[in-house]
């Protein structure tokens, strides 16, 4: 497997406009997380789905930011309207938890820069 | 509150000299703490799991350890390849929840 997948690698984006990012989870995993890394934050968890359906949502900031997972094997992670707040580097992780040893596996992240 | 807290937030060493890196952890029904390695641009990389206190594992240079209220990862002999940042997480909960709380990462870097 290549492992979780994101796309793009970088976007850069004017304040206002809209963007969307996405993620292929490891086949065969039953959850995926979105995370937000910061300096000053570190890597905060916004929000996961187990099996396609999402379970906590209490990381997102606002309500300018959505996440959708319509089959098992893709999610996106949208901000509407965008503010140079929200520059940060995104990841998305997958994991199985019908295994011992349920870590979770990451993708390389999306760098945002929202000017 | 669940929290995880890392010390120290930077640590430099030199080459094969010896160190301990800390998580610190307070949560409700620990369901496995789990450390990683960041490289710069890159995602975090998975290194251990560690489910009960008392329990240990190793992988090359690196060693880490449980107790109920911490982990320790131990470098020994380190090598300069050994710098990155490195991440403690924990998943917790009364039920099989998939949710990973991440500590601020420590921060290492080995010189020649």
């Not at chain 2, 807290?5 to 949560?27: D, F, H, I, K, W």
Request: with cysteine; charged share 20%.
């Amino acid at each position: 497997d290549a492992g979780v997948i994101q796309s793009p690698r970088h976007e850069v984006t004017e304040m206002g406009q809209e963007v969307t990012l996405r993620c292929k989870p490891i086949s065969g995993h039953d959850y995926l997380f979105w995370y937000r890394q910061t300096m000053m934050r570190g890597l905060e968890l916004l929000i996961y789905f187990n099996n396609n359906v999402p379970i906590d949502d209490s990381g997102m900031p606002e309500d300018r930011f959505s996440a959708k997972m319509p089959n098992a094997s893709f999610s996106t992670l949208k901000i509407q309207p965008s503010e140079p707040r929200d520059s940060a580097v995104y990841f998305c992780a997958s994991s199985f938890q019908g295994a011992p040893g349920t870590e979770a596996f990451f993708g390389q992240g999306t760098r945002l820069t929202v000017v | 509150e669940d929290q995880v807290t890392q010390s120290p937030e930077a640590l430099r060493l030199q080459e094969g000299e010896s160190s301990s890196l800390n998580c610190s952890y307070t949560v409700s029904g620990l369901r496995g703490l789990f450390w990683y390695r960041q490289d710069p641009g890159k995602g975090p990389e998975f290194l251990f799991t560690l489910y009960s206190a008392g329990e240990e594992k190793e992988k090359e240079r690196l060693k880490a350890t449980l107790t109920k209220k911490e982990s320790f990862l131990h470098i020994t002999a380190p090598k300069p390849e050994d710098s990155a940042t490195y991440l403690c997480a924990v998943r917790h909960g009364s039920s099989n929840t998939g949710k990973l709380i991440f500590g601020q990462g420590t921060t290492l870097q080995v010189k020649p």
